[in-house]
């Protein structure tokens, strides 16, 4: 089972930051915070991940609390085309003898309205 | 941008027909995926290869389904007796070398069982 609980279902202004929040409250030391995203029936999209400290790349934000047992993806202007499911998942971040398959769980439907 | 390929895109098959999924992963990726996704259900692992073996495979992977790297860009999926419950969107994923690297997926492959 996914280790993480996120919201069902989200709105957002187009234009506006969407903050998605993920909680991860068993989440181990070794344990990265993945986040993708799937539009459609598209296949999962890679948006970003991080393990202690916040990071940024060119698509999102992600702020990971100081006792990491929870995080939030930024998208900092949403557009329409963001509107799709988000997942968040915690995966292990040392090699060996642990399974490198993702665990996806049923994510966040984000609507991004004009 | 390097991307994964799966082929076909709309696979329809005859119950107990024999089919293949096709994948071309990541030029330089050494570990290979494959993920189902049921209509409104959550994505699901299958299995993952590496070095020219299964690494690991979820109960899902059972006899009638195999993996192999017939060249040196392909990675295929079979299954052997086409089920109706097989019906799904098929995904293929790589990733660069570790098991924790990032896996990018590719736009699936929607298997229809009639």
């Known amino acids: 089972d996914a280790k993480t609980t996120q919201p069902t279902s989200m709105d957002c202004a187009e234009g506006r930051a969407a903050n998605l929040p993920c909680n991860h409250s068993?989440?181990?030391?070794?344990?990265?915070v993945y986040w993708y995203r799937q539009i459609h029936s598209q296949g999962p999209q890679y948006i970003i991940h991080g393990l202690k400290n916040n990071e940024t790349n060119e698509m999102a934000s992600l702020i990971i609390t100081e006792d990491r047992k929870s995080s939030t993806l930024i998208l900092p202007h949403a557009t329409l085309r963001d509107t799709a499911v988000y997942y968040c998942?915690?995966?292990?971040?040392?090699?060996?003898?642990?399974?490198?398959?993702?665990?996806f769980g049923k994510g966040t439907k984000l609507s991004v309205k004009p | 941008e390097p991307e994964v390929t799966q082929t076909p895109s709309h696979q329809v098959t005859q119950m107990g027909q024999e089919v293949i999924l096709r994948c071309v992963p990541i030029?330089?990726?050494?570990?290979f995926y494959w993920y189902r996704q049921i209509l409104g259900q959550k994505v699901e692992f299958l299995v993952s290869?590496?070095?020219?073996?299964?690494?690991?495979k979820s109960e899902i992977f059972d006899d009638q389904f195999s993996v192999e790297r017939p060249d040196g860009s392909n990675f295929t999926l079979k299954i052997r007796s086409t089920k109706l419950e097989d019906s799904a969107m098929y995904f293929c994923?790589?990733?660069?070398?570790?098991?924790?690297?990032?896996?990018?997926f590719g736009p699936g492959t929607r298997l229809t069982v009639l």
């Open positions: 290869f590496y070095n020219n073996e299964i690494s690991e």
């Open positions: 030029s330089n990726h050494l570990y």
């Open positions: 068993t989440i181990s030391g070794n344990e990265y």
């Open positions: 998942i915690v995966r292990v971040a040392v090699y060996g003898g642990s399974q490198g398959n993702l665990i």
């Open positions: 994923a790589s990733s660069e070398g570790l098991l924790t690297d990032t896996q990018y």
